[in-house]
């Protein structure tokens, strides 16, 4: 069984910038997804952004412009280099990797833009 750690969130004032990594360790199986959730209090779970094994990349209209997503298959390390940050980005970030055998969540990351 596979497991995802992430790391890079915290404070930021808005307009600032943060990078999320989530790594993957153990037995992964390929091809797969990676990306991560958002999850502001009271509201639903919903897709940031997202990062195919070839590369190919989705994102929520949101962030589009703002957000990047990469991944480095040789280190099973997914990034997300967030940009111009506003206060509605703020909430617990999940990355996840999913694969035709599994579906992995990394323990979340809290994100918070306020000056």
């Known amino acids: 069984q596979g497991q995802l750690v992430e790391s890079g969130g915290g404070l930021v004032q808005p307009g600032g910038s943060l990078r999320l990594s989530c790594t993957a360790s153990g037995t992964i199986f390929s091809p797969n997804d990676m990306g991560w959730y958002h999850q502001a209090p009271g509201k639903e779970r919903e897709l940031v952004a997202s990062v195919t094994s070839d590369g190919t990349t989705n994102y929520a209209d949101s962030v589009k412009g703002r957000f990047t997503i990469s991944r480095d298959n040789v280190k099973n390390t997914a990034y997300l280099q967030m940009n111009s940050l506003e206060p509605e980005d703020t909430a617990m970030y999940y990355c996840?990797?999913?694969?035709?055998?599994?579906?992995?969540w990394g323990q979340g990351t809290q994100v918070t833009v306020s000056s």
């Open positions: 996840y990797l999913k694969s035709a055998i599994y579906y992995l």
